[in-house]
């Protein structure tokens, strides 16, 4: 279940009150006249069933409560109601396979955003993985695709592309370029202290590694688990089953592949530099197709899910 909480104008809020009522799948409503203060107006409150969640959202902002007044979600974590299990019964779907786009967008909008935080997290895991790859150390490498953050642009592109939000492709392409950019750059200036003080060398890179040396020779496979990688995160995303977001990382060769690239253009091999550079972009492609497919199929699933409900739910008017 999600809770909603409504500030909307005097004006408006007996269509809010009756769009809420009129929605399947909600149940209790609350209706604080004059509560509100800065917006000035009316709160009003109640639960929605997930699975009419995205339904419901979108004809509020039709509404304009959104511009007028403000719209907030909350996941309910426990209720123990039988109106709200008769709610959830009444929607349509199941909840673990409901789209909420807007906090889909909002969300990847925030992962995919070039802080300083962001930055840190991809350098230190892409410096991390240089010394993996050096030591041929699979944990290493595993831990360094665990800490790397790539995968909030790459699910930004993909939300991008089906939503057709153009400001929020280019922010998260902005920062899968930059971020990329500037971790291999410092990884570079790294292999090159850590040679100079004895624990890098060339010998290590170019030897036998039978751990790591996947990082730098893709394949059909490589593709096809970064499609694999994709979707799942993707659902992982939707769902609200950010658990899942683990395992996506850890397996897909986006950090190790940047950072082997990165060492061995320290030292000059430029096999392995080409070889790492095609790994990486293989594995970005797939994951952006595969996020951008899976989001798609979903947004067709969910159409007839949301036409059944329109029909049920009074087409808001307009504001004049």
Same mark, same amino acid.
């Given at each position: ?15 809010v ?62 209720s ?15 909840a ?18 070039l ?13 991390? #993985? ?108 939707t ?8 395992g ?8 190790? #592949? ?63």
């Open positions: 279940m999600l809770h909603l909480r409504l500030i909307t104008p005097a004006d408006r809020t007996d269509d009150v009756r769009l809420i009522e009129r929605t399947v799948g909600t149940t209790h409503l609350v209706v604080l006249r004059g509560a509100a203060r800065n917006p000035a107006g009316d709160v009003v409150m109640c639960d929605v069933a997930r699975e009419a969640g995205d339904a419901l959202l979108s004809a509020l902002q039709e509404l304009g409560v959104d511009r007028t007044g403000s719209i907030a979600v909350e996941n309910i974590d426990l123990l109601s039988k109106r709200a299990e008769k709610a959830e019964e009444e929607a349509p779907g199941e673990a396979d409901a789209v909420l786009w807007e906090h889909l967008v909002d969300e990847t909008h925030e992962e995919s955003t802080s300083v935080t962001y930055l840190a997290f991809i350098t230190l895991a892409t410096m991390i #993985a240089a010394c993996g790859v050096l030591l041929d150390n699979a944990i290493l490498i595993v831990g360094a695709m665990a800490v790397g953050p790539e995968f909030g642009p790459l699910a930004g592109v993909s939300t991008a592309l089906v939503q057709r939000a153009p400001r929020l492709a280019l922010r998260s392409l902005v920062a899968l370029l930059v971020g990329f950019a500037l971790a291999m750059a410092v990884t570079v200036g790294f292999s090159l202290f850590m040679d100079a003080v004895g624990l890098f060398s060339k010998d290590k890179l170019e030897g036998t590694r039978p751990n790591t040396s996947f990082v730098y020779a893709p394949n059909a496979f490589s593709f096809v688990v970064a499609v694999l990688a994709g979707a799942a995160g993707t659902l992982s995303l769902s609200a089953k950010s658990g899942a977001l683990v996506v990382a850890i397996s897909v060769t986006t950090v190790p #592949a940047a950072a082997n690239a990165a060492v061995a253009l320290a030292y000059g091999d430029t096999r392995q530099t080409w070889g790492s550079t095609e790994q990486l972009l293989l594995n970005l492609l797939g994951i952006v197709l595969a996020g951008t497919l899976t989001l798609l199929a979903q947004k067709w699933f969910w159409a007839g899910q949301r036409e059944r409900a329109r029909r049920r739910t009074p087409r808001a008017p307009e504001l004049g």
